[in-house]
């Protein structure tokens, strides 16, 4: 099995919905590779640009969900298109599929296995997480980290600082929610593009 833990510049520390963050995803210089290491190679671009899309989708459908109808209206919008968003970011890439997950899920179809839940454990004790690539089999994952910006407080944060009818709808759509207690830096979770290698 491979690992590997790839630098990322410092440019990507934390920013996740602005585009000094996707742009650090896509433009760092590919390594040279090893024969062994090429199918790696292609799977980190492949993961790179097809987390970039899925970050610049849900981050746009959040801000205008936000703007008009606040945190109450924005999580519905989330619950609506946020599994269909992840699940189509990677779908008109054959042998490419997408989802998000977390050590803290506030949708339980989003919970880590087993795999996940090492990388993510380690990408926390990171700082800043950095973009992980793991081989299973004949797919690669690669996982690009989610750091807790202020506007994810407004529904990752202390609870206590939510308007009642955020809490109310959080407890309705999600009763298993455990994602909150955030603070600015922390790391949220991850995107993992699985790309498929033969
Ligand atoms: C308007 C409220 C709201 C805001 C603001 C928000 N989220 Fe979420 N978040 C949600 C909801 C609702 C879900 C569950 C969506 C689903 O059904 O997959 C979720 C799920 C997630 C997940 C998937 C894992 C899980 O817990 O199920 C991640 C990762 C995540 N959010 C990260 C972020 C980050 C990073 C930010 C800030 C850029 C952010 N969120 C801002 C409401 C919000």
């Known amino acids: 099995m491979n690992f590997f833990l790839r630098g990322n510049s410092a440019r990507n520390g934390g920013i996740l919905l602005a585009a000094a963050c ?15 290491e090429l199918s790696d190679s292609s799977a ?6 097809v987390a970039k899309a899925l970050m610049e989708s849900l981050g746009g459908q959040l801000k205008g969900a936000l703007e008009s109808g606040g945190p109450v209206g ?8 946020a599994m269909p968003l992840t699940a189509a970011a990677g779908g008109s890439l054959e042998g490419v599929s997408v989802r998000r997950t977390s050590l803290k899920t506030r949708n339980p179809m989003n919970a ?12 926390a004790t990171q700082s800043p997480p950095q973009v992980t690539l793991r081989r299973e089999g004949e797919v690669t994952r690669y996982y690009q980290p989610l ?17 009642a009818e ?10 298993e929610d455990t994602a909150t207690g955030y603070a600015v830096g922390d790391l949220r979770g991850a995107i993992r593009v699985d790309v498929k290698q033969p």
């Open 44 to 49: 980190e671009l492949i993961g790179a640009a």
């Open 22 to 36: 996707f742009l650090s995803a896509c433009d760092r210089v590919v390594p040279e590779a090893k024969d062994s």
């Open 112 to 123: 880590p296995d087993a795999v996940d839940r090492e990388v993510l454990e380690t990408m």
């Open 74 to 81: 924005a999580v519905e919008v989330c619950q609506q298109v």
């Open 147 to 163: 750091v807790v910006q202020e506007l994810c407080l407004k529904c990752h944060g202390n609870p206590a600082t939510f308007p």
């Open 166 to 175: 955020l809490t109310s709808v959080l407890a309705s759509l999600y009763p």
